[in-house]
């Protein structure tokens, strides 16, 4: 089995700036495009940042020039670099992966489709 583990979040004033981490784990044969999203309190999932592995990246235009996503395919990690942060950041982000190809006892190799991490909550204060 796989797991993606967000890290990173907390409680930061407005105008400052956090790194979210998103760690794989399990025996990971390929991860394709990694995503970001958020959920705000009353509102739906949105996607804040892809990357693909080619590392071409997208941002939602209420992120762009504010959010970096990254990702080192060695360490099976991404990241989501957020500066300038606002109030309306406020969410709790999730790790998304298109897909997780992985080795699997029974079947040799497994594919995971749009697999989820359990979140991680990013407070701003105003």
């Known amino acids: 089995q796989v797991q993606l583990v967000e890290s990173g979040g907390g409680l930061v004033q407005a105008g400052g700036s956090l790194k979210l981490s998103c760690a794989a784990s399990?025996?990971?044969?390929?991860?394709?495009?990694m995503n970001w999203y958020r959920q705000a309190p009353g509102k739906q999932r949105e996607l804040v940042a892809s990357?693909?592995?080619?590392?071409?990246?997208n941002y939602a235009d209420s992120v762009k020039g504010r959010f970096t996503i990254s990702r080192d395919d060695a360490k099976k990690t991404a990241y989501l670099q957020m500066n300038s942060l606002k109030p309306e950041d406020t969410a709790v982000y999730y790790c998304?992966?298109?897909?997780?190809?992985?080795?699997?006892?029974?079947?040799?190799?497994?594919?995971?489709?749009?697999?989820y991490g359990q979140g991680t909550q990013v407070t701003v204060s105003s």
């Open positions: 998304n992966a298109d897909w997780i190809l992985f080795r699997d006892q029974a079947m040799g190799a497994k594919k995971a489709v749009d697999y």
């Open positions: 399990g025996s990971i044969l390929n991860i394709n495009t």
């Open positions: 990357i693909t592995s080619d590392d071409s990246t």
